[in-house]
């Protein structure tokens, strides 16, 4: 396929949020930590835009050239945190104060987010609707899986729908096993990838 892609920048913030706002919108995810879709469509950027914030300033996030995908990676070293991660109720402060799922969806993937190796963190990957299905977010994921593979660094993400983790396990990553269960919603599941050496 070819597709050429750049690192985002500070000016591209609103495209990057833009896309994962559209590419998210309908995720089971999304749905449950906001069920009315009025509410959603008026508070999913705010709520998405904290991650293209965190990622903007800590790690990187490429985008394809055309605007029509965008993927977003942090790095994150060995060793358990030493302090609580201030993201999640950062992520309900800016998004939608009252509502505790907000919150509560950072706070449990955080709990089996793996610690004892460093890696690469695909926080979130989104494809414009309708560029769906023809290969341009395996492209952008892989440009980054081509780095880990030359440094031989592994790669962690979470996998937010049944297809996407599909997609996930055709890149080389595997379930860990446990999978995060949302209270009375959707499913998470945490994959993780070796690198792959020549």
Same mark, same amino acid.
């Given at each position: 396929m070819g597709i050429r892609i750049q690192?985002?920048?500070?000016? $591209?913030?609103? +495209? =990057?949020? *833009? =896309? +994962? &706002? &559209?590419?998210?919108?309908?995720?089971?995810? *999304?749905?449950?930590?906001?069920? #009315?879709e009025a509410h959603r469509r008026a508070v999913h950027g705010r709520f998405l835009g904290v991650f293209a914030d965190i990622t903007l300033a800590e790690g990187r996030i490429d985008v394809a050239e055309d605007g029509a995908a965008v993927a977003l990676w942090l790095p994150v070293p060995a060793g358990a945190p030493e302090e609580e991660d201030p993201t999640p109720a950062l992520m309900r402060q800016t998004a939608d104060p009252d509502n505790e799922r907000c919150e509560?969806?950072?706070? @449990?993937?955080?709990k089996?987010?793996?610690? #004892?190796?460093?890696?690469?963190? @695909? +926080?979130?990957i989104g494809v414009s609707p309708q560029r769906q299905g023809e290969g341009v977010g395996a492209e952008l994921i892989r440009a980054e899986l081509d780095?880990?593979?030359?440094?031989? =660094? !592994?790669?962690y993400l979470e996998a937010s729908s049944a297809r996407s983790r599909t997609l996930y396990e055709r890149l080389g990553f595997?379930? @860990?096993?446990?999978?995060?269960? +949302? !209270? $009375?919603g959707p499913s998470m599941w945490p994959m993780w990838r070796e690198p792959r050496t020549s």
């Amino acid at each position: 396929m070819g597709i050429r892609i750049q690192r985002a920048g500070q000016n $591209d913030r609103e +495209l =990057v949020v *833009s =896309v +994962l &706002e &559209e590419a998210f919108h309908h995720d089971p995810v *999304s749905s449950w930590v906001f069920p #009315d879709e009025a509410h959603r469509r008026a508070v999913h950027g705010r709520f998405l835009g904290v991650f293209a914030d965190i990622t903007l300033a800590e790690g990187r996030i490429d985008v394809a050239e055309d605007g029509a995908a965008v993927a977003l990676w942090l790095p994150v070293p060995a060793g358990a945190p030493e302090e609580e991660d201030p993201t999640p109720a950062l992520m309900r402060q800016t998004a939608d104060p009252d509502n505790e799922r907000c919150e509560l969806v950072g706070r @449990l993937t955080g709990k089996v987010h793996p610690h #004892d190796r460093a890696h690469a963190y @695909l +926080l979130m990957i989104g494809v414009s609707p309708q560029r769906q299905g023809e290969g341009v977010g395996a492209e952008l994921i892989r440009a980054e899986l081509d780095r880990c593979d030359r440094d031989g =660094v !592994p790669a962690y993400l979470e996998a937010s729908s049944a297809r996407s983790r599909t997609l996930y396990e055709r890149l080389g990553f595997r379930f @860990l096993g446990r999978a995060v269960e +949302l !209270p $009375d919603g959707p499913s998470m599941w945490p994959m993780w990838r070796e690198p792959r050496t020549s």
